[in-house]
């Protein structure tokens, strides 16, 4: 197995978000994650990548504890944000707490306008008219053109708007940590960079630390400070991103590149048999 240089662990940074372990099972019968276990430190931009059904929003909603509402139960491992526990607590106090998720496929009130969509983030916290405004103000210097489709309704604008709406509601509960899942999700490329720069600001400059769930494998290593792939509910692989995306192994089973070049996808077909890590 390649050992990359650098993990959150073993980054000297303290661990924001710490999953411990966990075990998920829907239904009572089929298990889904097999005991994954992850870091996300204060600050940072970390990817969970991975294929299709690999368990990344499984994981996402195991922490954020929305799992529930699809019958879904963590039943072995622990959660911590902030140095508490947090499986227990509901949705909304995760909220409260700074925890929030921006759910795969934005899932916009399509009959509200941009700014009533954005209203709605701000649901949980007591704060004056002055204050909403202000919270108001700072998404729009992120997301210029939410202000000029502000009273178009969510129903009517693009995909890429609505991911910038979804995003920009998580940010009116003001959180320390958010949850991102499949931001890239049937965007255009150009959309796509926009949004993950806008994600690198946040950042940045708010210091909002991001565990981001993605299927875009190169464009999330550009941006992330780590990386945890993940296959068939376990994590097979994790490490600093700049060292993921030049990894051998990375670069032929998700980049479709290899030492000789890009591969087709007839030379791909033995992906399951030479993964050396699962050997």
């Known amino acids: 197995m390649t050992t990359p240089i650098a993990t959150p662990a073993s980054s000297g940074a303290p661990a924001y978000l710490s999953v411990n372990n966990i075990e998920v099972i829907y239904d009572h019968v089929i298990l889904v ?10 600050g940072k931009i970390v990817a969970l990548l991975g294929a299709n059904g690999a368990g990344k929003s499984t994981t996402l909603k195991s922490i ?3 799992l ?11 959660v911590e944000f902030q140095g ?5 607590l509901t949705p ?10 921006v759910m795969e496929g934005r899932h916009c009130f399509g009959h509200l306008t941009i700014e009533e969509n954005l209203l709605t983030g701000a649901y949980t916290r007591k704060i004056s008219r002055a204050e909403l405004k202000q919270s108001l103000e ?3 210097h992120y997301f210029p053109r939410l202000q000029q489709r502000r009273t178009t309704h969510a129903g009517y604008t693009s995909g890429g708007e609505q991911q910038m709406c979804a995003i920009g509601r998580s940010l009116m509960a003001k959180p320390s940590m958010i949850l991102l899942d499949e931001p890239s999700m049937g965007l255009a490329p150009q959309i796509v960079e926009e949004i993950f720069e806008i994600v ?9 630390s991001f565990l981001l769930a993605e299927q875009n494998t190169m464009v999330a290593l550009r941006y992330a400070d780590f990386g945890y792939i993940l296959e068939n509910g376990r994590v097979v692989m994790e490490g600093d991103a700049k060292d993921l995306a030049s990894n051998e192994d990375v ?11 890009r591969k087709s996808f007839r030379d791909m077909k033995f992906y399951r048999r030479r993964k050396r890590w699962l050997a």
Request: aromatic letters at 4%; a positive charge; zero cysteines.
């Open 138 to 140: 700072m998404v729009y």
């Open 200 to 208: 690198k600001d946040l950042n940045h400059r708010e210091n909002v």
């Open 84 to 88: 508490q526990r947090i499986d227990q």
């Open 33 to 42: 994650l097999k005991g994954v276990s992850l870091q996300v430190p204060q």
């Open 92 to 101: 909304s106090e995760l909220v409260r707490r700074g925890l929030s998720q």
């Open 68 to 78: 529930r509402g699809e019958r879904g139960d963590v039943t072995k491992g622990s």
């Open 251 to 261: 670069k032929e089973f998700y980049l479709g590149v290899s030492g000789a070049g």
């Open 64 to 66: 954020s504890t929305l």
